[in-house]
C-alpha cells in the first residue's frame, strides 16, 4: 500500500503583509504600555484616553514604588503567558524591530501625505504647548496605545459592527464614511477640553488625513502596527 505523502508545512507569511492576530497585538503593544505607565507616573499630566493609570494607582493605594511594581507585574504576567502557551516567537527581538521598521515607513508616509493634503488649506499663526524630551516620549507612547484603542479599536471598528448590524447597508459604503467620521473624531478630541489646542483649521485637516491613515494601517495591518506608527510619529513631531 502506498505511503500518502506528507502535506507540505505551513508557509510562514511574509512580515508586513498580513494582518496581526490578537496574540501579537497583546506581545507587541505590551512594551508601548508598560513604558508609558511607567514614565506617566513622574509627570503632571496623562493622555486624556488613559482610564487605567488613576486605577493602578489606587489598587497601589497610591504609592509610586506600588505602582510602578504593579505595572511591571502586569508586563511579566503577559511574557510569561505568552512562553507557556507557546507563543515564544512573538517576543524575539527581531519582532519588535520590523513593526518599529514599519511603524516608521509609515509614520514618515503619513506625514507626507497629510502635509501634501492640508498644503492649500490656510494656517492661523499660533503656538502648542511644548514637553521635554521625557514627557514628550511617555505621552507619545500613550497616544500611540490609548488612542489607538479608543479610536481604532472601539470607534471604528466596533461602530462600523454595529452600524452594520443595523441594516443591509454595503460594507463598500459604510466603512469609508464611518473611517471618516472616525478620523475626524479623532481630529477634534485634540481640540477638546481644558488641554485641548485652540481649534485651526489646518491642524484639524492634517489629524484628520493622519487619522484615515492610521484606521487603513489598522483594517489592514492590525492593531500594533497602528500603535506603533503612531507612538512613532509623535515622538518625531513631539521629541525630536
Given at each position: 500500500?502506498?505511503?500518502?505523502?506528507?502535506?507540505?508545512?505551513?508557509?510562514?507569511?511574509?512580515?508586513?503583509?498580513?494582518?496581526?492576530?490578537?496574540?501579537?497585538?497583546?506581545?507587541?503593544?505590551?512594551?508601548?504600555?508598560?513604558?508609558?505607565?511607567?514614565?506617566v507616573v513622574f509627570?503632571?499630566?496623562?493622555?486624556?484616553?488613559?482610564?487605567?493609570?488613576?486605577?493602578?494607582?489606587?489598587?497601589?493605594?497610591?504609592?509610586?514604588?506600588?505602582?510602578?511594581?504593579?505595572?511591571?507585574?502586569?508586563?511579566?504576567?503577559?511574557?510569561?503567558?505568552?512562553?507557556?502557551?507557546?507563543?515564544?516567537?512573538?517576543?524575539?527581538?527581531?519582532?519588535?524591530?520590523?513593526?518599529?521598521?514599519?511603524?516608521?515607513?509609515?509614520?514618515?508616509?503619513?506625514?507626507?501625505?497629510?502635509?501634501?493634503?492640508?498644503?492649500?488649506?490656510?494656517?492661523?499663526?499660533?503656538?502648542?504647548?511644548?514637553?521635554?524630551?521625557?514627557?514628550?516620549?511617555?505621552?507619545?507612547?500613550?497616544?500611540?496605545?490609548?488612542?489607538?484603542?479608543?479610536?481604532?479599536?472601539?470607534?471604528?471598528?466596533?461602530?462600523?459592527?454595529?452600524?452594520?448590524?443595523?441594516?443591509?447597508?454595503?460594507?463598500?459604503?459604510?466603512?469609508?464614511?464611518?473611517?471618516?467620521?472616525?478620523?475626524?473624531?479623532?481630529?477634534?478630541?485634540?481640540?477638546?477640553?481644558?488641554?485641548?489646542?485652540?481649534?485651526?483649521?489646518?491642524?484639524?485637516?492634517?489629524?484628520?488625513?493622519?487619522?484615515?491613515?492610521?484606521?487603513?494601517?489598522?483594517?489592514?495591518?492590525?492593531?500594533?502596527?497602528?500603535?506603533?506608527?503612531?507612538?512613532l510619529y509623535d515622538?518625531?513631531?513631539?521629541?525630536?
Open positions: 500500500m502506498a505511503r500518502a505523502a506528507a502535506a507540505p508545512a505551513a508557509k510562514e507569511p511574509t512580515p508586513g503583509t498580513h494582518r496581526t492576530d490578537a496574540v501579537t497585538d497583546l506581545a507587541l503593544t505590551m512594551p508601548i504600555f508598560v513604558a508609558y505607565h511607567i514614565g509627570l503632571p499630566v496623562r493622555n486624556a484616553a488613559d482610564l487605567v493609570t488613576s486605577r493602578l494607582a489606587a489598587l497601589a493605594e497610591h504609592s509610586r514604588a506600588g505602582y510602578m511594581a504593579l505595572t511591571a507585574g502586569l508586563g511579566a504576567v503577559v511574557v510569561l503567558a505568552l512562553l507557556l502557551l507557546g507563543h515564544r516567537d512573538k517576543l524575539r527581538a527581531s519582532t519588535f524591530a520590523l513593526v518599529a521598521v514599519e511603524g516608521v515607513v509609515y509614520a514618515a508616509t503619513m506625514r507626507y501625505v497629510a502635509g501634501a493634503a492640508t498644503s492649500l488649506v490656510p494656517m492661523a499663526a499660533g503656538a502648542t504647548g511644548e514637553f521635554d524630551t521625557f514627557t514628550a516620549v511617555v505621552m507619545s507612547l500613550g497616544a500611540g496605545f490609548y488612542e489607538e484603542l479608543m479610536f481604532r479599536v472601539g470607534a471604528f471598528a466596533l461602530g462600523a459592527k454595529f452600524l452594520l448590524h443595523l441594516d443591509d447597508w454595503p460594507k463598500w459604503a459604510v466603512l469609508p464614511l464611518w473611517a471618516l467620521a472616525c478620523a475626524a473624531a479623532f481630529s477634534l478630541w485634540h481640540h477638546l477640553g481644558p488641554s485641548g489646542e485652540p481649534f485651526e483649521l489646518r491642524a484639524f485637516v492634517f489629524r484628520t488625513v493622519c487619522g484615515l491613515v492610521f484606521t487603513v494601517i489598522y483594517a489592514f495591518r492590525g492593531f500594533a502596527p497602528a500603535v506603533w506608527t503612531h507612538a515622538v518625531w513631531v513631539m521629541a525630536l
